[in-house]
């Protein structure tokens, strides 16, 4: 009985003993965190300072995205015999400068991919990857200010593809007009007088025009979180048929020091390109701006990212 006694007392010693260092140890973890977070303000607060020191800015953000396979006697499907991938990458790029009576920003958006579907067992199946992906933006805009959301503003703006028909087409838009920046991160470009320079081998479908130029771009950083979306629109004043926009998205999420998580997407109507698709590439000679299929354009890259 007295061993029963002496067991229970050495439990319930046991049981308080653990009870009472893990709440000793969840106090100072409390007080540790609150360290941390004392300390991680006043980095924050130094990072602001020094973000707004005039001077350039500089950085890049990106997503790389792959998967591989392989498959030997797999009867379930199709090609049971067959190996596959798929390699993409997007960069997103900007250098800015904010000075107290002018601005200029510049940015650079690359999203490339490539896809792979090598059927053994055809001999005339395409082995090697092929370009799937092509996207390619750069643009410059300088502001002098009127006040600290208003400036007076000139934009350039290139578009194309480089993997294949580099610059067939390509678009240059150079425009003036006024540039209103309402809040940090987000700017917001109004160009009544742009014109809308079309680089074609086909001159029937693509055609240069006068018109408006509308660019909205927010960027943004909150802690492990990076993201930067861009809405780009031309309005033509000579036909509707030579309007387009495009909209375009990165986020990224960091996992691990400059590593994490990134997706990209974007979308685009332009009926120039639909029609030079449609009578080119898919031999429907008779198709006009009136009758070609102009489906909405979209691409979307999911992969790790990594931050410069």
């Known amino acids: 009985m007295k061993k029963i006694l002496l067991l229970a007392l050495f439990v319930l010693g046991s049981v308080y003993t653990y009870a009472q260092t893990e709440d000793e140890l969840k106090a100072a ?3 540790k965190s609150d360290s941390i977070a004392a300390i991680q303000g006043r980095v924050d607060a130094i990072q602001a300072q020094i973000d707004a020191l005039p001077g350039w800015k500089v950085g890049a953000f990106g997503t790389i995205g792959g998967s591989f396979s392989g498959f030997n006697n797999w009867y379930a499907q199709a090609s049971p015999n067959n190996s596959a991938g798929t390699i993409g990458f997007t960069v997103n790029g900007f250098a800015n400068r904010d ?9 650079l958006t690359l999203n490339l991919n490539w896809v792979k579907f090598d059927d053994k067992d055809d001999p005339n199946d395409q082995k090697g990857f092929r370009q799937a992906t092509d996207v390619f933006n750069i643009s410059s805009l300088y502001g002098r200010k009127l006040s600290e959301k208003f400036a007076i503003s000139g934009l350039m703006e290139y578009r194309t593809t480089i993997l294949s028909n580099f610059n067939d087409p390509g678009y240059l838009d150079l425009g003036v007009g006024a540039t209103w ?14 014109y809308n320079f079309v680089f074609s081998s086909t001159d029937a479908i693509f055609e240069s025009s006068l018109g408006a130029k509308i660019v909205a771009d927010y960027s943004k950083e909150l802690g492990p979180v990076k993201f930067k979306t861009n809405m780009s629109i031309f309005q033509s004043y000579k036909s509707s048929n030579l309007s387009n926009w495009t909209w375009t998205n990165s986020f990224s999420y960091t996992l691990w020091k400059m590593i994490g998580l990134g997706f990209d997407f974007g979308l685009r109507n332009n009926k120039q390109e639909a029609l030079n698709y449609s009578v080119n590439t898919l031999g429907n000679t008779t198709d006009t701006f009136d009758t070609v299929n ?4 979209t691409y979307w890259t999911l992969g790790l990212s990594y931050s410069f």
């Open 181 to 194: 920046t309402p809040v940090k991160d987000l700017y917001i470009v109004i160009h009544p007088l742009n």
């Open 99 to 107: 000075e107290p009576k002018y601005f200029w920003r510049n940015a």
């Open 294 to 297: 102009n489906d909405l354009q």
């Open 29 to 31: 973890k409390a007080n």
